[in-house]
């Protein structure tokens, strides 16, 4: 799994506020260009970077789309996220043992 385009688009301050908004609730473009302080085309190429790294998906609803979290590329950033935090434990588990050891 490589999560480096997620991480690469989550990088960006103002595409995670739009992926946050999109996370609290699905949204169209005109819906999030009125909650953010930049331009609709800003709005729909952030929209683009977000969906291309799976985080956002889109279905139609008459002529707009309404973005979404997409749930798959979440789950594989959490995934990815999760074995971070499992090495950590690990490592922090071999440390305490070595010290008890002593």
């Known amino acids: 799994m490589d999560v480096g385009s ?13 992926f946050e908004l999109v996370r609290e609730a699905p949204s169209s473009v005109r819906e999030l260009t009125d909650r953010v ?20 998906t889109s ?6 789309q309404i973005y979404r979290v997409d749930p798959t590329g979440v789950s594989e950033l ?18 305490a043992n070595k010290e008890h050891d002593r």
């Open 59 to 64: 279905v139609p609803d008459g002529a707009r």
């Open 6 to 18: 997620q991480l690469v688009a989550l990088a960006d301050p103002t595409r995670r506020s739009i």
């Open 37 to 56: 302080p930049i331009s609709q085309p800003a709005v729909s190429q952030h929209l683009k970077t977000l969906r291309e790294a799976s985080l956002v």
């Open 78 to 95: 959490r995934t990815w996220v999760d074995t971070l935090w499992d090495d950590v434990l690990d490592n922090f588990s071999e440390a």
